[in-house]
Every structure is written in C-alpha cells, then in structure tokens.
C-alpha cells in the first residue's frame, strides 16, 4: 500500500530494486550506486514525513503493515500468556490481553488487534470491541491489580463496535465502567496510542498514568469522515475535519492530553517493527521506574487529577 504523497518514494525503490536485481544477473557490483539511492530514499522519507498534514496522518495511522499489539509483545516481551474470556458471556478477539515479562520485568499487556488478512478482520471485527472484550480487559486489570504488577495497554481501534448485539450487551456501561476502575487502579497504567484512537472505543483502555502516542498516530473523539458527516453535513470536507480536530499527536501534546511522542522510523512505523517496538520498550521501562517511586496514594490521585485538568480553559475567547 502507498501514499500519494509517497510517490517519489516509490520511484526510488523501484529504481532501488531493479539495480540489485540488474546487480545479481550480471555480476556486476553497483553497491555505491545502490547505497546513493538508498539515502536519498531515506531523506526523502524523514523529510515528507516531517511535514505531513492531519489528514496524512490519519492515512498512515491506518496502514495495513503498522505493528499491532501482537506484533509489539512478539517483539518486546517474553513467557508471553494470553488469557481469555469475560468470565460473563463469551472471548472477544478485538481485544488482546494477557502477562508475560520485559527484561525480566512482569507486566500485563491488553491492547486491541486487528486483523491483516480479510480472514483475520472479520475474525478481530477490525479492531472494533465488543463489551464482552471492554470486561476481559477489566478482569486483567484487577487481576493485575491483585499481584501488583504494572499495565501496559496499547490503544488501536476505529471506536468500540456500534452494532446493536453489542449495545444489548451493554456496551456503553462497560466502558463507562472500565473508565471508572481504570481511574482508581493501585498500579502503575501505560498507555500507547499505536495506531488510530477513536472514541470511547480508545478511551476504555487509555485512563493511565502517562499517555504517549506514535508520531503518526491520531486520536479523537470521532473519525474525520464521522465528523464531518454530522458538522457539515458533507463527508468530503473529512480532511477539514481532521484539522479543526487537532487529532495528531503534535497536537494534543502541546494541549496536554499527552505526556509525550514516541519517535517513529523514517516512513512510518509499518516501515519497521522492531526499530518502534524497541522505542516503546524503552519508555515502558523508564516509566515504571519512575512511577514505581510514587506511593500508591499519590499515584492514583495523580491520575485522577491528570484526567480532571483535561478540558479546562483560561478566558471565554474559544
């Protein structure tokens, strides 16, 4: 899958790919040819992705090839085990969730997984969550809660399943409620938005101690498509939308919704799995060194301040 505002890129690589092969067919060594063009790509890269809109981000937030939560634990974790199943009515796939070890260190990771192949889609609802997996989640966190070790969630998903089973089956009380628990856990939460945050569907895991979101990760209240839809009654006005929204991680930094940016590779995370699951691996670690300092007490209204401060102002001039 490539970008439009890929498409010097592409030229390169092409050009990258025909001389290795032109090199293996003939014998020829063009390496120093080869290795120009490659940082030339690579410029290229960092500087088109330096200078992305809103909108792009949301594109590059959605790439097919970006890690996902499976492939962050394959990557930074060990004697991973998954656990299944609300304990209340069924597993839900959309969401992932069980400990294992980093560098030794025990943690719970719970995070939502969508599918690559269209088998895999449907079998994670494209990341989208039924209660049943807002519960499995919380069952984890307790259970977490229970043996004092530290959460790490990892935020991906369109928004929660809209569909009317999952209203039945109370969706919007489990994430209210996954909310209000999440608020007054007695560990150290993490939280990383990987891919796409939408909506209540990303708020279910993400009421944590620190918030850090990838460099082309968006996070909103609803899709720029949704938004413009209802605001301006035109779904083509979506990459308006995704400005006015202030969506990209840049953004909500500097409105302190977001403790901090995760560098990605040159390209994009879906570019490099194990350069930006090592990135991750390092915050995590340093984070629950630092939080581990803190007295329960103080960490959990910490948290809850953190989350009261969001929204407020200074003036009527908005």
Not at 145 to 151: A, H, K, N
Not at 183 to 203: D, H, T, Y
Request: hydrophobic residues 40%; contains cysteine; glycine residues 10%.
């Amino acid at each position: 899958m490539n970008f439009e505002f890929e498409k010097e890129i592409v030229e390169l690589e092409n050009k990258i790919v025909e001389m290795k092969k032109f090199s293996e067919e003939k014998g020829i060594d063009l390496s120093g040819e080869i290795s120009r063009f490659v940082a030339e790509r690579d410029e290229k890269l960092k500087e088109i992705y330096k200078n992305l809109s809103s909108w792009d981000k949301v594109f590059v937030s959605r790439h097919p090839e970006r890690p996902y939560t499976l492939d962050y634990i394959e990557n930074i974790a060990t004697d991973f085990i998954e656990l299944h199943g609300d304990r209340l009515f069924k597993d839900d796939p959309a969401i992932v969730g069980g400990f294992c070890k980093i560098d030794g260190k025990k943690v719970l990771i719970v995070g939502h997984q969508k599918g690559r192949t269209t088998e895999e889609k449907i079998y994670r609802n494209f990341g989208m969550a039924n209660p049943e997996g807002y519960r499995k989640a919380l069952r984890l966190f307790k259970m977490a809660e229970r043996f004092s070790i530290p959460i790490v969630t990892f935020i991906d998903t369109p928004g929660a399943y809209p569909g009317i089973e999952a209203e039945e089956h109370g969706q919007g009380e489990a994430i209210a409620r996954n909310l209000m628990e999440m608020s007054g856990l007695k560990v150290p939460v993490i939280s990383f938005v990987i891919g796409e945050g939408g909506s209540g569907g990303a708020l279910g895991l993400g009421v944590s101690d620190r918030i850090y979101m990838l460099e082309n990760s968006v996070y909103s209240v609803i899709s720029p498509e949704g938004c413009a839809a209802i605001l301006y009654k035109d779904a083509s006005r979506a990459e308006e939308a995704a400005e006015n929204l202030k969506i990209t991680a840049q953004s909500l930094y500097k409105l302190g919704v977001i403790d901090g940016i995760v560098e990605e590779p040159a390209g994009g995370a879906h570019r490099d799995h194990k350069c930006i699951a090592l990135n991750l691996k390092n915050i995590i670690l340093s984070s629950f060194s630092e939080l581990e300092k803190i007295s329960v007490e103080e960490l959990v209204e910490n948290r809850y301040n953190k989350f009261r401060k969001m929204g407020s102002f200074i003036g009527t001039d908005i």
